[in-house]
Each structure stands twice: as structure tokens, then as C-alpha cells.
């Protein structure tokens, strides 16, 4: 059983900062991808950022110099540094990581619960 918990959502006021955590947990060979997307009322979910296991890092356009993704392998957690926050950030954020169960495996994608953010003006 594999289970994201995120973590570190809430309400801010534009301009301001929050930092989302995301826990990967359960037994795990490998992770490839990790990454957040976002979900606003009446629209389609979206990449925000995702980050390889080579340390490679991809952006939107729309976040990109304000919001910063990294990991911590060891810990299996992937963090969203959200800094500058505009009132068109507030979105359900949902993190995803790509991971192998076994030595072998089809890697797979996997999905946290949604965190919710709210950026007031």
C-alpha cells in the first residue's frame, strides 16, 4: 500500500507565502517523478512543477521565479515553496510521485488527497 499525505495548505493573503509538504508512504524500490498540480474551480487540473530523480525541474509559466519544488530523498518528501501568492493560485494542489513497488515493476503514478490553498486580495 502506497499513501501520500500532504500537508500545509490554508488561506493567505496575496503576496503572502505557504509551503506544502507531501509524505510518501509504504514500501517503495524506486521513485522517478514528483510534482504538484493544481485544481481551481471550473477548470481542468494542471502541472504547477515537477521535479526527476535526476534533479531535473519543470515549471508553469504562471508560477515560474514565485513557486519552487524540491525534495528530500531521504525523507521520500516532495515540498512546494509558494512565495508571492496571487488571488489566481487559490486551487485544490494535489502532489503525485511516480514510483516502482518492486525491483521490476511498472512504475506507476500515485496521488495525494489535495491540499486546499486560498490566496485572498
Not at 509538504?21 to 471550473?42: D, K, L, N
Not at 515537477?50 to 516532495?78: C, E, H, L, W
Request: hydrophobic share 30%.
Amino acid at each position: 500500500q502506497v499513501q501520500l499525505v500532504e500537508s500545509g495548505g490554508g488561506l493567505a493573503q496575496a503576496g503572502g507565502s505557504l509551503r506544502l509538504s507531501c509524505v510518501v508512504y509504504g514500501s517503495i524500490f524506486s521513485i522517478g517523478a514528483m510534482g504538484w498540480y493544481r485544481q481551481a474551480p471550473g477548470k481542468e487540473r494542471e502541472l504547477v512543477a515537477d521535479t526527476t530523480s535526476g534533479g531535473s525541474t519543470n515549471y508553469a509559466d504562471s508560477v515560474k521565479g514565485r513557486f519552487t519544488i524540491s525534495t528530500d530523498n531521504a525523507k521520500n518528501t516532495v515540498y512546494l515553496q509558494m512565495n508571492t501568492l496571487k488571488p489566481e493560485d487559490t486551487a485544490v494542489y494535489y502532489c503525485h510521485v511516480d514510483l516502482q513497488r518492486w525491483r521490476g515493476s511498472v512504475q506507476s503514478r500515485y496521488w495525494g488527497q489535495g491540499t486546499q490553498v486560498t490566496v485572498s486580495s
